[in-house]
């Protein structure tokens, strides 16, 4: 299980349920208790639990929903301390943990599999392909991204590649025609 994944499913999840008591609340047009607002909540979590599309955090939402059934929580404003949990996350991460989510993400997501460039014969279709040289001059020793990440593609179609990566939100796409072996190569920026 992807860190990352997780904290990315539980902290959009979050970011939705605030959202929709802060829409329902502002339509209201009048004063909005802090019990209805945990009931408001407690509503919206309850399917969540067992949507296979929240398997992942279904724990933290079952003590979210337990939470906000006990009477005198508060819960509306434990959610806004969790957020600023994920949003310090964030912060956290380097560049190089950048890379490795991006990474984790084409092969379980996508099918993509990344793979060291010295040594190949043969070009595995479905494969990116880096030079280990190329890709620790790419990186400072506070693993920071220092220059673009060049990755050559094997029959991977440009267009959706650009498109994956750069919806992921760490990197943007430079991308190339062929390098001398008939395979595309794209360059990968960081995006601060």
């Known amino acids: 299980m992807s860190n990352f994944k997780y904290e990315r499913l539980l902290s959009i999840t979050i970011d939705n349920a605030l959202l929709h008591l802060w829409i329902t609340v502002a339509s209201s047009g009048c004063y909005v208790p802090r019990g209805v607002r945990n009931q408001i909540l407690v509503r919206w979590f309850k399917p969540k639990i067992k ?3 929240y398997k992942l955090i279904k724990k933290e939402l079952k003590s979210i929903f ?6 005198g929580s508060l819960l509306e404003e434990r959610l806004c301390e969790l957020r600023e949990l994920s949003q310090s996350y964030r912060g956290r991460l380097n560049d190089m943990h950048k890379l490795h989510y991006l990474l984790e993400h084409l ?3 996508h099918g993509i599999r990344a793979d060291l460039s010295e040594g190949i014969v043969e070009y595995q279709p479905n494969t990116l392909y880096v030079s ?3 890709l620790e001059q790419c990186f400072s020793d506070d693993k920071r991204q220092l220059k673009p990440i060049l990755a050559m593609l094997s029959e991977i179609n440009m267009d959706s590649f650009v498109q994956i990566v750069q919806s992921f939100g760490f990197h943007k796409v430079e991308g190339r025609n062929n390098t001398p072996h008939g395979v595309p190569f794209a360059y990968l920026h960081s995006i601060d």
Request: charged letters at 45%; aromatic letters at 0%.
């Open 107 to 109: 092969r379980e997501e």
């Open 51 to 53: 949507q296979a599309k």
């Open 132 to 134: 280990q040289k190329k």
């Open 66 to 71: 337990l939470a906000g059934k006990a009477s």
